[in-house]
């Protein structure tokens, strides 16, 4: 890359040296001058004698002066120059650094050595940036390799059943456009479910007050069928937990969970529990259910996309595209909130989300509302 005509930094330095030191020269010359001088009687040339006089002075100062001006002149240039290659020196790795990353080598670390200073702590914050930007970059290919496989998947699925299809006349057209449909609408889901993944990790919405607890009794009322179809008891407690954001995204937050809790749980007479409550200025919201054991190290990786905590069947409806976590993840990050998981001992997962709070004109308890 071309440098912008013009004089370098080093340059610009070296010479803001030699001229501190030509001008501090200049004005030790002038106090002599001003001091020194001026007190010494001016003698005529032709009455010269052995005493001090002003024309010997001049005559044998200036030239001295003169040289010894020239010599600081020098000696500003080439100390400056080597003073501000020392100190420019980090900046010159930084400027590396800056470069292989610009070509796509992100896996460099400057590691700065030294006194903690200024170009120090630069140097730190470079590599900082540089790990979350190499973390995000092999987070984003990952995801894209796994949503190429998934969104493939049901492509090639679909080609098949049309190719069987067209080979065989005589197949049963209406279970073709059963399977084709049950196909197609997990594609729709996919794409449905990357689309808001996309929306939560941007954070690009309008905010508004919204009450979790109102929230949380939306997406029960929405699942209740599901878990009376599972039988599954599926609770909702708490008071009102008020915050501010996106109220179709947060409700969304929690309909995926519920929905995870109530599809992986025990295969009959299991529990959902939703509760919402305020912390000083913190909403908090927790869903727990009850099911199979978890083991403790799969736990961080359930908000990773396209993981699963246990086996499904991909013929189940409400199987999931392994995304649902995520968006919960990506969602809470976007409203400045955390998601903590946690294995229960018994079994099944307890979900707690916790976001900033806002007051709230009157904060009312709810009886516990039980559905089975």
Known sequence: MRRPPGLSVRMRLTLSYAGFLAVAGALLMGVVWAFLLRYVPDTPRGLLGISPNRYLLVHTFVPAAA??????????????????????APLT?????????????????IRMKGRQDEFRELSDVFDTML????????AQQRFAANASHELRTPLAISRALLDVA????????????????????????????????????????????????????????????LAEQRGITLTVTGGAARTSGSAELLLRVVTNLVQNAVVHNLPAGG???????????TSVLRVGNTGRPIPPDLVPTLTEPFRRG???????????????????????????GTLDLVARPGGGLLVTVRLPGTPLAATGRRPPRTTA
């Open 131 to 138: 790990e979350q930007l190499e973390s995000h970059v092999a």
């Open 166 to 225: 067209r080979k065989d006349p005589t197949r049963d057209r209406d279970e073709l456009i059963e399977r084709l449909h049950a196909v197609n609408t997990r594609a729709i889901g996919l794409t449905e479910a990357l689309l808001l993944l996309s929306r939560g990790d941007r954070g690009t919405f309008p905010r508004e007050g919204v009450d979790l607890s109102l929230v949380a009794e939306e997406a029960a009322e929405t699942l209740l069928p």
């Open 93 to 109: 790795q930084i400027g590396d650094a800056a470069r292989r990353a610009g070509a796509g080598s992100l896996s460099h670390r």
């Open 271 to 281: 529990t959902v529990t939703v509760r919402t409550e305020a912390h000083g200025g």
């Open 310 to 336: 246990t086996e499904r069947v991909r013929t189940d409806e409400h199987a999931g595209v392994g995304l649902g976590l995520a968006i919960v993840h990506s969602i809470v990050r976007a409203h400045d």
């Open 67 to 88: 040289v010894a001006m020239a010599f600081l002149l020098v000696f500003g240039l080439l100390g400056g120059w080597l003073l501000a290659g020392r100190m420019l």
